[in-house]
């Protein structure tokens, strides 16, 4: 889906984000909601060797994967006006050309009660992107993002800056992938300050 053919007939739309955009959305919007997306679970999958990692060592960030059962919390943000175009023209660098990431539209259901969905845009990196790095232990992934560092920053920034969102934003969602890494990796961080 090529960012003319979502703009196209609309005046405003909702891109939600799972990810860093979560905390670091870097375009302008007219508001923001806290919510979710059905179908999908958050995973550290796939893999980054510019904002959070290099070539050598890639860095892991975020991915949605399908899953019937499965709800992902994140933030949608409505862009209008002019916001519409400068802002995928920037998510389409920023998660496109430096990512891989792909894009659909899905139903975002904002938090609270009797809130109806509305048609979101995503951004998912699928399992035939080169740089998608599948599944591996909490341990094994706690401990890449705890060394890597891209052109953004450390890799461990952005996985602490994820789950203090999750925190403050959704206390009454368990993210056990998220919480599952944050530990792994924060105990590599305590075993290299230790070591030094």
Same mark, same amino acid.
């Given at each position: 889906?090529?960012?003319?053919?979502?703009?196209?007939?609309?005046?405003?739309?909702?891109?939600?984000?799972?990810?860093?955009? $979560?905390?670091?959305?870097?375009?302008?919007?007219?508001?923001?909601?806290?919510?979710?997306?059905?179908?999908?679970?958050?995973?550290?999958?796939?893999?980054?060797?510019?904002? &959070?990692?290099?070539?050598?060592?890639?860095?892991?960030?975020?991915?949605?994967?399908?899953?019937?059962?499965? #709800?992902?919390?994140? *933030?949608?943000?409505? $862009?209008?006006?002019?916001?519409?175009?400068?802002?995928?023209?920037?998510?389409?660098? &920023?998660?496109?050309?430096?990512?891989?990431?792909?894009?659909?539209? $899905?139903?975002? /259901?904002?938090?609270?009660?009797?809130?109806?969905?509305?048609?979101?845009?995503?951004?998912?990196?699928?399992?035939?992107?080169?740089?998608?790095?599948?599944?591996?232990?909490?341990?094994?992934?706690?401990?890449?993002?705890?060394?890597?560092?891209?052109? #953004?920053?450390?890799?461990?920034?952005?996985?602490?800056?994820?789950?203090? /969102?999750? &925190?403050?934003?959704?206390?009454? *969602?368990?993210?056990?992938?998220?919480?599952?890494?944050?530990?792994?990796?924060? #105990?590599?961080?305590?075993?290299?300050?230790?070591?030094?």
């Amino acid at each position: 889906m090529k960012p003319q053919d979502i703009i196209a007939g609309k005046s405003s739309l909702w891109i939600f984000g799972y990810g860093s955009l $979560v905390w670091k959305p870097d375009f302008k919007y007219k508001r923001s909601e806290v919510g979710y997306i059905e179908g999908y679970k958050r995973r550290f999958w796939h893999g980054d060797n510019f904002h &959070r990692g290099n070539d050598e060592s890639p860095g892991r960030v975020v991915t949605l994967i399908e899953d019937d059962d499965a #709800t992902t919390w994140g *933030v949608a943000f409505e $862009v209008s006006g002019s916001q519409l175009e400068e802002s995928l023209k920037y998510l389409n660098v &920023r998660e496109t050309v430096r990512g891989g990431y792909i894009t659909k539209m $899905v139903d975002f /259901f904002p938090h609270g009660e009797d809130r109806s969905p509305v048609q979101a845009l995503v951004y998912i990196a699928t399992t035939d992107n080169p740089l998608f790095l599948g599944p591996a232990s909490p341990e094994e992934i706690g401990a890449q993002i705890a060394v890597c560092r891209g052109k #953004t920053g450390h890799n461990l920034e952005y996985l602490l800056r994820l789950a203090e /969102f999750m &925190r403050s934003s959704c206390p009454h *969602v368990e993210d056990h992938h998220l919480f599952a890494i944050e530990t792994a990796a924060l #105990t590599v961080v305590s075993y290299l300050l230790a070591a030094q």
